[in-house]
């Protein structure tokens, strides 16, 4: 819900990636996607050993680092409507984490280069802790590590089965969509 990056159920961050990478994306997404996604999300594998197979195989020239830093940059697009719910529960002082299905690598792009790790007391990704949404074992870490009783958590995800998992274990829980954004306010009670 923080990156407005998902449309029509697309990433828009790779509608030019043919004409900016001279590649295809197709291939791209394939190899990335299709391969070891899971064990890239866990922090098994590291997605920059993948993205340098892929240019090795495909023989774009710039290496991982710059495809890396092309993909991150071209996908940090901040929904404004989520700054200012943030901003209002910090003024609340409210507790505010990110539970994110990322790798490590993109982690540290969202806490550092967008600035997200400056608004939220801790950022949950799957790369670093092992292990992903929707399977149980994430969403007790986050409790644990909080320290808070799961009623006292509330999970705003873009996928039903997060908080169908999440809710099951005792959280509260909102199905962020385009018709459920404008329950936030009230869900938040903001």
């Known amino acids: 819900m923080l990156n407005r990056n998902i449309v029509d159920g697309r990433f ?15 291939v791209f997404e394939e190899f990335i996607f299709g391969r070891n996604l899971k064990a890239i999300m866990t922090g098994k594998e590291d997605l920059r050993d993948h993205v340098g197979a892929w240019a090795q195989e495909v023989g774009y020239s710039d290496g991982p680092d710059a495809l890396l830093a092309y993909w991150f940059a071209k996908d940090a697009l901040i929904d404004p409507n989520s700054l200012r719910l943030m901003d209002k529960l910090s003024a609340k002082g409210v507790r505010q984490v990110i539970t994110t299905n990322n790798e490590a690598r993109r982690a540290a792009y969202i806490e550092k280069e967008m600035g997200f790790g400056r608004r939220v007391e801790h950022m949950f990704a799957s790369g670093r802790m092992g292990v992903a949404k929707p399977d149980q074992k994430y969403f007790e870490i986050v409790s644990d590590t909080l320290d808070v009783c799961p009623n006292e958590i509330i999970l705003i995800d873009d996928s039903v089965k997060n908080v169908e998992v999440a809710t099951a274990l005792g959280w509260q829980g909102l199905h962020f969509t385009n018709e459920t954004q404008s329950d936030l306010e009230a869900v938040l009670r903001l």
């Open 12 to 26: 828009i961050w790779s509608d030019s990636f043919e004409t900016d990478i001279g590649q295809s994306h197709e």
